[in-house]
């Protein structure tokens, strides 16, 4: 499993250096409004339906505060607009670096 060796606040990015080598940087307000949490992303139930979430939103003047470690597969970021629920799985913030490039 792919984890994360070491991770900076640089600029508008947060930066991750990886097991593997990879670096990734990621611009503050873009892994916002990515927050994988139901009150960003809303929940959807077995039909299919979709509840809460806010949708996508221009985050560009969010920052990141500071990050924490969650188990052995995951970060929660803490964001200035006082965001910190979502769970950025290791996996998924690779896959969010491959498509923004």
Known sequence: MLTPRNIQLIGQEVAIVWSDGME???PMGKLRAASPS????GERDIFGHQYGGT???DFSGVTVQGWEQVG???L???FSDGHNTG???Y????RLALSWG
């Open 72 to 74: 052995n597969y995951a």
């Open 24 to 26: 990734t940087f990621f």
């Open 55 to 57: 949708g996508r939103h």
């Open 38 to 41: 139901a009150e960003t992303a």
């Open 87 to 89: 769970l950025y799985a």
């Open 91 to 94: 996996d998924y913030l690779r």
């Open 76 to 78: 929660r970021f803490n």
